[in-house]
């Protein structure tokens, strides 16, 4: 028998999209509470770069995983094989979530005791950079399969998210991937954005990627 439920969720109103979000991380700073909105296209290695994220942090940091998706309960039998606390989302077709809908997911994974809730959104590079969920830090996958040109194919993704994961960096030398070339791309858009250059099968890169995390979870949590 799974270990974790299944929510079903409805879409807010888009116009009071903002305001529910600025409300919403009002309520995490208030609980202490850290929200990582982690976002991808499908196949960019965005599940597995989440078990290796939490095989590193979960002994540590009190965390809990939202996992978002039109349908299936794939990933969050993945995930629950780390031992976290997890919950399934299904979106009901919508390719994304908004504050209103991961206030509801919150709220179903009863988050009270935990520090930090990485929230596995909608796999895609449109819908998901339109919709703030009010989470704390923005953070997106590219995997070095997928091409060096999407920062000038997606520039709104790579401009609100705070971090830019380069994935599997360990078949670099497979692909006509250019490095610095999509770190000076993603830079002229987000002159902010950390970078990480990583490789989930391999572990390369993500403790470097993890003590970032650790860092902002522990700055959000302790003010």
Known sequence: MSDFKVMEIKESVFDNNDRQ???LRDSLK???????????????????????????????IRVGVMEADIDS????????????KVIQLHTGGMCHL????????????????LDLVILE????????????????????ILSVPEGDDKPLKYPL????????????????EYFDFDLDAVIERAKALNPEIEIFAIS?????????????LRQQVSDWNAN
Request: proline content about 2%; hydrophobic content about 40%; overall charge negative.
């Open 21 to 23: 979000a600025d409300l």
């Open 30 to 60: 208030e609980r202490k509470l850290f929200l990582l909105n982690l976002m991808s296209s499908p196949g960019s290695g965005k599940t597995t770069t989440l078990v290796r994220t939490l095989e590193h942090i979960k002994h540590n």
């Open 73 to 84: 309960d794939v990933d969050a039998q993945t995930i629950a094989k780390q031992g976290v």
């Open 98 to 113: 908004d504050a209103d809908m991961t206030a509801q997911g919150l709220e179903g994974l009863q988050a009270n005791e």
């Open 121 to 140: 959104n909608v796999g895609n590079l449109v819908c998901p950079a339109e919709f703030d969920t009010g989470a704390v830090k923005n953070a997106m």
């Open 157 to 172: 993704m790579f401009s609100i998210c705070d971090v830019f994961l380069i994935n599997k960096i360990d078949t670099l």
């Open 200 to 212: 989930a099968k391999t572990g390369a890169g993500i403790a470097d990627w993890t003590g970032w």
